[in-house]
C-alpha cells in the first residue's frame, strides 16, 4: 500500500478520491470538485490517498498549525474494507505530524476531528462500507485516544450557504495525559479553521460566543 500526497486536482488519484468522498460523505459534508484546486495547492493543506495496485482505496487530509502547534483531521475515508487501510492511514498521518512538529521546534500537542455521534445521528449509510460505520468509527478513534469536548457541536454547511449541521462531536486526541483544553485555543482554531466559509449560521456564531465566556473545556470520554 503506498501514501501518495495530492497537490492538484490534475492528478488522476483525485477524481478517484473525490468520488469516493461522494460515496461515503453526506452530500453537505463534500466540497465541489473544482473548489478542491486552491486547497489541494495550499502547502499547509495536507492530502493524502492510499493506494493499492494504481487504485484509491482510502484517503486523508490534515493541517498542522505551527502557531497553535495542534493538528486537525479533516477527514478519513475508508474505501474498502480487510485491508488495513484505517491503520495504515493514521499511522503514516502521525509519523507525519510529528515530523512537522519537530521541524517547528516543538512536540505535537494534540489533534482536533469531528466525528460523528451514531446516538444523535444514525442514518448515514456511509457506501456500505463497515468500516465507516459511525459506531465503528467512533469506538476506534475512542481506544486510539480521542476525547470529547464537553460542548454541543455545530459547524457551518460546507455548502456555504449558512446552514448548521449537526450530528458531530468536535474531539480531541492529546498527546499528553491532558483533561481539559483551555477555551480560548478551540475559539481560535475553530476561527482559522472555518475562515473559508463567509456564511456562518447563527448556530456556530452562539456556540463561540458562549466558548469565549468559558476558561477551559473539560475532554470527556466518547
Same mark, same amino acid.
Given at each position: 500500500? &503506498?501514501? $501518495?500526497?495530492?497537490?492538484? #486536482?490534475?492528478?488522476?488519484?483525485? *477524481?478517484?478520491?473525490?468520488?469516493? @468522498?461522494?460515496?461515503?460523505?453526506?452530500?453537505?459534508?463534500?466540497?465541489?470538485?473544482?473548489?478542491?484546486?486552491e486547497p489541494l495547492e495550499d502547502p499547509t493543506i495536507r492530502v493524502f490517498v492510499a493506494v493499492v495496485n494504481?487504485?484509491?482505496? =482510502?484517503?486523508?487530509?490534515?493541517?498542522?498549525?505551527? %502557531?497553535?502547534?495542534?493538528? @486537525?483531521?479533516?477527514?478519513? #475515508? #475508508?474505501? *474498502?474494507?480487510?485491508?488495513?487501510? =484505517?491503520?495504515?492511514?493514521?499511522?503514516?498521518?502521525?509519523?507525519?505530524?510529528?515530523?512537522?512538529?519537530?521541524?517547528?521546534?516543538?512536540?505535537?500537542?494534540?489533534?482536533?476531528?469531528?466525528?460523528?455521534?451514531?446516538?444523535?445521528? %444514525?442514518?448515514?449509510?456511509?457506501?456500505?462500507?463497515?468500516? @465507516?460505520?459511525?459506531?465503528? $468509527? $467512533? &469506538?476506534?478513534?475512542?481506544?486510539?485516544?480521542?476525547?470529547?469536548? /464537553?460542548?454541543?457541536?455545530?459547524?457551518?454547511s460546507w455548502n456555504n450557504d449558512g446552514e448548521a449541521v449537526s450530528g458531530l462531536d468536535l474531539c480531541f486526541?492529546?498527546?499528553?495525559?491532558?483533561? &481539559?483544553?483551555?477555551?480560548?485555543?478551540?475559539?481560535?482554531?475553530?476561527?482559522?479553521?472555518?475562515?473559508?466559509?463567509?456564511?456562518?449560521?447563527?448556530?456556530?456564531?452562539? @456556540?463561540?460566543?458562549?466558548? /469565549?465566556? $468559558?476558561?477551559?473545556?473539560s475532554l470527556l470520554s466518547i
Amino acid at each position: 500500500m &503506498e501514501y $501518495r500526497r495530492i497537490t492538484s #486536482i490534475e492528478d488522476p488519484l483525485f *477524481k478517484q478520491m473525490h468520488q469516493l @468522498m461522494q460515496t461515503v460523505f453526506p452530500k453537505e459534508e463534500v466540497l465541489e470538485f473544482s473548489l478542491w484546486k486552491e486547497p489541494l495547492e495550499d502547502p499547509t493543506i495536507r492530502v493524502f490517498v492510499a493506494v493499492v495496485n494504481n487504485e484509491v482505496v =482510502g484517503a486523508t487530509e490534515y493541517r498542522y498549525y505551527e %502557531d497553535f502547534n495542534v493538528a @486537525m483531521t479533516d477527514f478519513t #475515508i #475508508i474505501g *474498502k474494507d480487510g485491508v488495513g487501510v =484505517g491503520p495504515f492511514l493514521a499511522e503514516k498521518r502521525l509519523v507525519d505530524l510529528h515530523s512537522l512538529a519537530k521541524d517547528n521546534g516543538q512536540q505535537l500537542s494534540g489533534m482536533f476531528a469531528e466525528i460523528y455521534n451514531p446516538y444523535l445521528v %444514525d442514518h448515514y449509510d456511509f457506501g456500505g462500507v463497515k468500516s @465507516m460505520n459511525p459506531y465503528v $468509527r $467512533r &469506538e476506534v478513534l475512542a481506544h486510539l485516544g480521542y476525547r470529547k469536548l /464537553e460542548f454541543n457541536y455545530v459547524h457551518p454547511s460546507w455548502n456555504n450557504d449558512g446552514e448548521a449541521v449537526s450530528g458531530l462531536d468536535l474531539c480531541f486526541l492529546p498527546m499528553n495525559n491532558a483533561t &481539559e483544553l483551555p477555551a480560548n485555543l478551540i475559539v481560535q482554531f475553530l476561527k482559522r479553521y472555518y475562515s473559508v466559509l463567509e456564511n456562518k449560521p447563527t448556530e456556530w456564531l452562539e @456556540m463561540v460566543h458562549g466558548l /469565549e465566556q $468559558r476558561d477551559t473545556v473539560s475532554l470527556l470520554s466518547i
